[in-house]
């Protein structure tokens, strides 16, 4: 079963960075976009990013030119790096990817707990 686990969430104080883990139970070669969304305090879920597997991303306008993505075919890992945060950035952070499903034309969809960051102003 594919198992996405993330870490590296923290309180920083505004201005702070921050970097990311999303480690994946198989390798990365095997899935299709790969992304990170954004849980708010009481609000929905945003999408942050999106990186395709020939490298293309994708970003929110709120994480364009402060966040930045990267993946470790090795270690299996797939990272988000985060400058310049600020209290509206506060929120649980997903990491998601899907699969295609073998013979089909349909996907599975997968996603970690989040971890959690905290922006202090």
């Known amino acids: 079963q594919v198992q996405l686990v993330e870490s590296g969430g923290a309180l920083v104080q505004t201005g702070g960075s921050l970097r990311l883990s999303c480690q994946i139970s198989?390798?990365?070669?095997?899935?299709?976009?790969m992304g990170w969304d954004r849980q708010g305090p009481g609000a929905g879920r945003d999408m942050v990013t999106r990186?395709?597997?020939?490298?293309?991303?994708t970003w929110a306008d709120f994480a364009q030119g402060r966040f930045t993505v990267s993946r470790d075919y090795f270690k299996n890992v797939f990272y988000l790096e985060m400058n310049n945060l600020k209290p509206d950035d506060t929120g649980l952070y997903i990491c998601?990817?899907?699969?295609?499903?073998?013979?089909?034309?349909?996907?599975?969809?997968?996603w970690g707990q989040g971890t959690q960051v905290t922006v202090s102003s």
């Open positions: 998601t990817t899907s699969k295609r499903n073998p013979g089909m034309y349909t996907s599975t969809h997968f």
């Open positions: 198989e390798s990365i070669a095997n899935f299709n976009a």
């Open positions: 990186m395709n597997p020939d490298g293309t991303i």
